[in-house]
């Protein structure tokens, strides 16, 4: 194969691919249920050429939330590790996981691993510790199996919002309060995570 | 019939209710998805006997979770009204709901309703409520649209801790932290809550 052909075939590819992401993000996001059939038809593509890119459902949803995230939550991280006051990178970090999971819904639920939560996880975590070398943030925080925690609890707020509602805002803040204050007591100590993604 | 009959059957149907919701605990936590039918066997009943009791499965799960309430929450709930601080009356308010989720696991989830939820809001809303009174508590705080969802975030750090850990302790005293402190910016308004509980 010459070198063109091979340029309009990955094109092709990376267009189908693009295409398939666009339609399944937007399908679930309407039905979380969606099969990969109607996701293919959203895409104007043909169902073999949707299991060409992703073999199964699953790989599929699982490519939506990559997707997601690669799009919407990694630009916010790097813009909250360039925050002076690593305090502020925190609740951008959050902030940015809370619109992006109120506005995407369901796929966020259904697809998500430990694997895609450390890819927030890890970085948010670095930015707490380092609050907590500055005095910023209360000492007795385990960065490491608190942030997963606190990200959980936020999220769960959610389904008593009214659709694409910033009312999680209130409870960030709540929590962005306990981070910061100077306890009278520590806290108890932390419990190792156990994966709550484990789809059993 | 006569008054002796009477009494009899009224308690046997007493004692096979008993019978059902005991049954129906057990059962349920070890596997939510349950059958009507597994209960009656677990319980020695027949089918027929728990369908007389509880029309539907949907019935029967409401039963064990009402029953779970009224003889783990209902008495810590009383206990928590007859503390002299309400901030320790909030405190064992969401214990006894934490320890109890976590021990019940998921009848808790599957059959939950406002209705259910409600006898559990309206009076650790009013200890808030005291509290703030007192200058015990931040008076930013929204009792009416704030407990229910600190309860849904505090039962969302379950899944990530081993079965019966009491690792929810550690969340909870952050979240009470955040409650009590005395904020340098008001908490952006609460808005009205969405019931969660819709099973859709």
């Not at 075939?9 to 267009?15: G, I, M, P, Q, T």
């Not at 937007?26 to 099969?35: D, F, G, I």
């Not at 809370?98 to 259904?110: C, R």
């Not at 996880?121 to 000492?139: E, H, N, T």
Request: with cysteine; glycine share 4%; proline share 7%.
């Amino acid at each position: 194969m010459n070198d063109e052909k091979t340029t309009i075939l990955r094109s092709d590819a990376a267009r189908n691919i693009r295409r398939i992401l666009d339609a399944g993000r937007a399908t679930l996001r309407r039905n979380p249920q969606a099969s990969v059939e109607e996701i293919a038809r959203a895409a104007g593509l043909g169902v073999a050429t949707v299991y060409r890119r992703f073999p199964t459902r699953e790989e599929l949803v699982r490519g939506v939330l990559e997707d997601i995230y690669t799009t919407s939550i990694a630009p916010a991280l790097k813009d909250a590790e360039n925050e002076e006051d690593p305090r502020s990178g925190v609740l951008l970090a959050f902030s940015a996981a809370l619109h992006t999971a109120s506005h995407e819904g369901v796929p966020i639920a259904a697809g998500m691993t430990m694997e895609i939560a450390r890819s927030f996880i890890d970085p948010v975590s670095r930015l707490i510790r380092c609050a907590q070398q500055k005095g910023l943030m209360r000492a007795d925080l385990d960065p490491e199996a608190d942030t997963l925690r606190l990200l959980i609890m936020l999220l769960g707020v959610l389904p008593t919002l009214s659709p694409v509602s910033d009312g999680w805002n209130r409870y960030l803040r709540l929590v962005m309060d306990s981070l910061s204050l100077t306890p009278t007591e520590p806290l108890p100590p932390a419990e190792a995570v156990v994966d709550p993604f484990r789809h059993t």
